[in-house]
């Protein structure tokens, strides 16, 4: 049984407790934030173990396993102190705020240690979809396109200071919200070659520095080319949309509904706390890593992590950004 230490319980840390819940070889132990009535919250409800300070949970040797769920500018040095004090490290995305954080936690040794958090891999829709790709009974990938419109305003920018800034955030939309959908095409197609990025911010100008909206042309390793939308200024919050042209035919993902040639073959669940769009992939990517042995390295996201800084590099070149 693993003792577990969510890092962070802010957000996204309260979905990180449900998923332990679900977990046989797992327990939350402990939770490490600043804010104590976050601690205290995770307490009355776990049980946990509170910690003020992130060097008192390392210096613990009761604990086996750290949750980094914390702000993105935090989250390289934690993972580098946590792998060197000999704990297992589960790692929300993105892994590091900025590409020289990445080669560095890339160099560290166990690095490969890492559990990433790339939870909408495990939606029943897109594991259907990548068994259909295996088999190859829908012939070779043609074309993709991919489109996430969600709502970020001025109120959710405001509920943390570092979120909205380029020290703090490394980014806006792409690091934090439509690197999920990124993360799916290369995971679904293979690893992405080319960008070509533009990037602005329509909604929320004066308010945060980094973007709120992209559209980009990508292409594969394999030739094959798509194009990606997404923005944080519409007002509604729908499912992401995914769909693949074929050699046989067309799969769709949407509204957490996967189609094929018209035909419905698979269907997400909401998630059971949190926003229902996100599906439960977090349950399953957690019970997976401790129950079964079996995750996501930072290996198996270093497309997707190199894809969305060259797209950044791409879209602020020339512009005295990043």
């Known amino acids: 049984m693993k003792n577990v230490c969510i890092v962070g ?29 976050r601690r205290r919250l995770c307490r009355e409800k776990y049980g946990a173990a ?32 946590a792998l060197a004090a000999g704990k297992d490290v589960v790692a929300e995305k993105p892994v590091t705020r900025t590409r020289q954080e990445w080669t560095a936690l890339k160099a560290l040794e166990d690095a490969d240690r890492v559990c990433v958090v790339l939870q909408n891999r495990l939606n029943p829709c897109i594991q259907k979809m990548w068994e259909l ?14 489109v996430l419109t969600w709502s970020r305003d001025r109120a959710y920018y405001g509920s943390g200071e570092w979120r909205g800034r380029w020290a ?17 095409i290369g995971y679904l197609l293979g690893d992405i070659r080319k960008v070509r990025t533009d990037m602005c911010n329509h909604t929320l100008e004066g308010v945060i520095e980094v973007e709120d909206t992209l559209a980009a042309h990508l292409e594969l390793e394999s030739g094959v080319r ?8 519409y007002s509604e919050n729908p499912a992401p949309f995914l769909e693949i042209s074929f050699e ?3 799969a769709r993902y949407m509204d957490q509904k996967l189609w094929v040639n018209g035909c419905l073959a698979a269907e997400d669940a909401p998630a059971a706390a949190g926003k229902d769009y996100w599906g439960r992939g977090h349950e399953r990517l957690i019970q997976r890593y401790y129950d079964e042995g079996e995750y996501f390295s930072i290996f198996d996201a270093e497309n997707t992590m190199e ?16």
């Not at 679900?22 to 939770?31: D, F, I, M, S």
């Not at 993105?72 to 580098?80: S, T, V």
Request: charged share 20%; hydrophobic share 40%.
């Open 9 to 37: 319980y802010g957000a996204i840390g309260p979905i990180h407790g449900m998923a332990l819940e679900q977990t046989k070889q797992a327990r939350l132990y402990g939770v490490c934030d600043i804010d104590p009535e």
């Open 50 to 81: 509170e910690y003020a300070d992130f060097d008192a949970v390392l210096a613990d040797r009761a604990v086996d396993s750290v949750h980094i769920c914390t702000p993105h500018w935090l989250h390289y040095e934690m993972i580098q102190k």
């Open 133 to 146: 790709i295996q088999e190859g009974s829908l012939g070779s990938a043609r074309a993709f396109r991919a």
């Open 168 to 184: 703090t955030e490394g980014g806006g939309l792409l690091i934090n919200q439509a690197i999920h959908t990124l993360d799916l």
């Open 226 to 233: 798509g194009v990606f939308f997404a923005t944080n200024g």
């Open 248 to 250: 046989k035919g067309v």
């Open 307 to 322: 894809t969305m800084f060259s797209m950044y590099e791409d879209a602020y070149r020339g512009k005295g950004e990043l």
